[in-house]
């Protein structure tokens, strides 16, 4: 079955939507819970083009970084991180480890 890039950025919308106010999330374990481990760049790709209700500013990299900043202009990824109560400091999350969020654990705690 040929990867469907379409399909993958509604599943990364509806993904990233689930991500709680005041945790963040990475590109990769995005791309790890919608089963394509490798995919992680295009979750960036994806979330560059995102519908306006995706709470893209909780993405991450995987050391807590804020590398889609440049996509929201300015300081607007901090400043939206800041009003859920999520620190940064030097564009990375202070205490990333506390306010990281998983999407597989948290699936698979929904039985």
């Excluded at 050391?63 to 939206?80: A, S, W, Y």
């Excluded at 991180?81 to 202070?94: D, F, M, S, T």
Aim: glycine share 8%.
């Amino acid at each position: 079955m040929p990867f469907d890039s379409q399909q993958f950025s509604e599943d990364v919308y509806a993904l990233v939507r689930l991500v709680p106010r005041g945790r963040v999330c990475t590109y990769g374990a995005v791309a790890k819970a919608l089963l394509e481990p490798s995919r992680s760049r295009l979750v960036g790709w994806a979330l560059n083009r995102c519908p306006d209700d995706v709470p893209a500013h909780r993405i991450v990299n995987r050391n807590g970084v804020l590398t889609g900043r440049q996509f929201f202009g300015g300081d607007t990824m901090r400043v939206l991180l800041k009003e859920e109560g999520v620190a940064v400091k030097e564009h990375k999350v202070v205490d990333f480890k506390n306010v990281f969020w998983s999407p597989i654990e948290d699936m698979s705690c929904e039985d």
